[in-house]
């Protein structure tokens, strides 16, 4: 049974770019969350999607947008980067209301 | 609102030493605990939780940790750690189903567990 899985596993831009990451839920997960980690810090709360519809969203600028497809995968957008994007983006997705969450690898995003 | 606070943010501690991780967090309705461990440059991997029921969980790999529903704490412990324990240790609530929260974890800062030979 494959966990999450996300791509890619890093990625280098420039400033005032746009990137797309991707996440693959666990097999049987409909609901998937995106987080970003900064540099020692614990991961924040980007937005949650289920039935491809965004459920919730955590104090995250509109820059970051989302999207979920028909078979649960998803993607985080940002647009217009800056310096302070630069982090480790997780992907974790559950089973509805999500009491237990399973986390991708995660996705390393720099930004020069 | 909700937050997780996780009182030391480095532990260091020498091979076969118990240690203790220290969580606390704020919340006025009934959370879900959990503890992640990172090891460096991966993902969070779950390694206990605490839903219902027994205030005392326990992982596959030696650590345990107690919900204290009184003191807002769920610190976790082990009687003595291994080399291979050295990583990054989250604290983390999840609301549930209420106010529609659900799915939506609230980490703490980390804690870096240091095993010295």
């Known amino acids: 049974d494959a966990g999450v899985t996300q791509s890619p596993t890093h990625l280098i831009k420039t400033r005032g770019q746009q990137v797309t990451l991707r996440c693959s839920p666990k097999?049987?997960?409909?609901?998937v969350s995106w987080y970003q980690q900064a540099l020692g810090q614990g991961p924040q709360f980007i937005f949650q999607?289920?039935?491809?519809?965004?459920?919730q969203r955590g104090n995250f600028p509109d820059r970051f947008s989302g999207h979920q497809f028909p078979n649960y995968s998803s993607e985080l957008n940002v647009n217009a980067l800056l310096l302070g994007d630069s982090a480790l983006y997780l992907c974790?997705?559950?089973?509805?209301?999500?009491?237990?969450?399973?986390f991708g690898q995660g996705t390393r995003l720099t930004v020069v | 609102a909700q937050s997780v606070t996780q009182l030391d943010s480095q532990v260091p501690v020498f091979e076969e030493a118990p240690v203790e991780l220290r969580c606390n967090y704020s919340?006025?309705?009934?959370?879900?605990l959990f503890w992640y461990v990172q090891y460096p440059n991966q993902g969070l991997q779950l390694l206990l939780k605490?839903?219902?029921?027994?205030?005392l969980v326990e992982s596959i790999n030696g650590f345990e940790a107690e919900f204290n529903k009184s003191q807002t704490s769920f610190h976790l412990r082990k009687p003595s750690v291994h080399i291979s324990d050295t990583a990054e240790y989250f604290c983390?609530?999840?609301?549930?189903?209420?106010?529609?929260?659900?799915?939506?974890?609230?980490f703490g800062q980390g804690t870096e567990l240091s095993v010295k030979p």
């Open positions: 974790a997705s559950s089973w509805r209301d999500g009491a237990e969450a399973f």
């Open positions: 097999s049987g997960h409909d609901t």
């Open positions: 999607y289920y039935e491809e519809e965004e459920r």
């Open positions: 919340s006025s309705v009934s959370v879900y």
């Open positions: 605490y839903l219902s029921g027994s205030t």
């Open positions: 983390a609530v999840n609301l549930g189903g209420q106010d529609n929260q659900g799915g939506k974890l609230i």
